[in-house]
């Protein structure tokens, strides 16, 4: 059974990250495996990452791109092929060394990410500007050997998508690497309702082997960030690695300029982070596995069945009804029988579901149905209506859409509250140990800045913004670090 709420309560204020994973265990989302860094995500956590994943799905497919299916094993003399890609990820490789009883001629590396696969794959393929551009996109698991792993945010073994594309030009590769960063946003601002910070990565922070890393940055409910996903624009370098050649238009041949990019389930624990409370877990109802809850609330066995003969209808009109463009209402009935109606309540809270429905005797005889909606608990989570049989359908559509749009007005200004201006030395340490967050600041470019700011505060240089992200704040002049002029906007934070 859940652990009490009292106690998430403790949990939350005073250990946040021991507060995570109490919810990621007791909403039954994930459990441990027999292997180190591995998680059995369960059915509930699963159809969670489902939403999100189908939601995605369909946008990278209205932009043109489909999905294929690359080799899980790459052989260590394609990771080889390209010296900076092999450096970056070298530590996390998870090697096979035998097949069976025998040892391999070549080691096979259990992929960390597919650009070297995929080099070898198109080197074939891409010929001509004919065959230009490729867009294609893969749902697949990987395997980075973590040291330090928490549930969904950081395992040994994590689902994503990865994005690969060649393109005749450089400039169609930039567009295409702005262009599903964009998508992304899309995904993080109106399925999880999580606002972000887009821009580029410090040349330090950026992917191995790209020119340019784009990424979404967005802030923890205590206030430490987590890299939302990552776009990338590899220039030639992966082309020129893999010796990929096309004939172009002029009848002269030339590398290709390829993207990537890449969104996780580490998406989960971000909006767990961002929406729970103190209770658990708050879902944004695009991506809730479950909308509504039903429980029905009887004594004898004759007010059992006048209240189930009520919910038949209700449960069918619900399932009928449109929300969310070409989505229905997700309908759960609870006709567990050996746990008390206060209890479901507390377990649905939990989990999480954005609303509950309760009908007893009195209801039935009344024709109306108490609604119940999940809220975070300062936004008066537990509050109670009546509302009309007649009226139900459209009306919890309605509290969805509301709750949605809540979620997001209540994340940005969290995000806003907790993003700091800050102008010198001082300032940012001080800033940054008593509140945390995102700290706006000048950055001169050096390389040694960025190092002294990483290891005197434990804050990294999360996103340089894109112009107009932060057009509240008055753009620094000056280097925090150095105090030489700015030649960046840099936006720093502890992260996860």
Known sequence: MPAPASNRSRARSADFGQWYLDVVRDAELASYSPVRGCIVVRPYGFAL????????DRRIKETGHENIYLPLLV??????????HVEGFS????????????ELAERLAIRPTSEAMVGAVYRDLIQSYRDLPVL????????RWELRTRPFLRTAEFLWQEGHTFHASAAEAREEAERMLGVYREIWQDWLAIPTITGRKSEAEKFPGADVTLTGEALMGDRRALQMGTSH???SNFARAFDIRFLDRDNERRHPFGTSWGFSWRTIGAVIMVHGDERGLVLPPRIAPIHVVVVPIWRTVEERAAVEAAIAPVEAALRAQAVFGDQRIRVRVD????????YKFNDWELRGVPIRLEVGPRDVAAG???????????DGTGAKESVSVDHLPADVAARLERIQTRLLERSITFQRANTHRVSGWDELVDVNAAQGGFLVTGWCGSAACERDVQATTGAT???????????????PTACARCGAPASETAVFARAY
């Open 461 to 475: 240089l999360r996103v340089l913004p894109f112009e107009g992200e932060l057009e509240e704040l008055e753009p």
């Open 335 to 342: 006709r567990r029988d050996d746990v008390t109606p206060g």
């Open 136 to 143: 294609v996109n893969q749902w697949a698991n990987v395997v």
């Open 75 to 84: 052989p260590e003399s394609l990771l080889e092929t390209e010296a900076k």
């Open 91 to 102: 530590p996390q490789v998870a090697w096979v060394t035998h097949g069976g009883a025998d």
């Open 49 to 56: 990452w489902e939403h999100v994943r189908d939601a995605l």
């Open 233 to 235: 624009d590899l220039g």
């Open 368 to 378: 109306t149905i108490v609604v119940a909606e999940r809220l975070p608990a300062t």
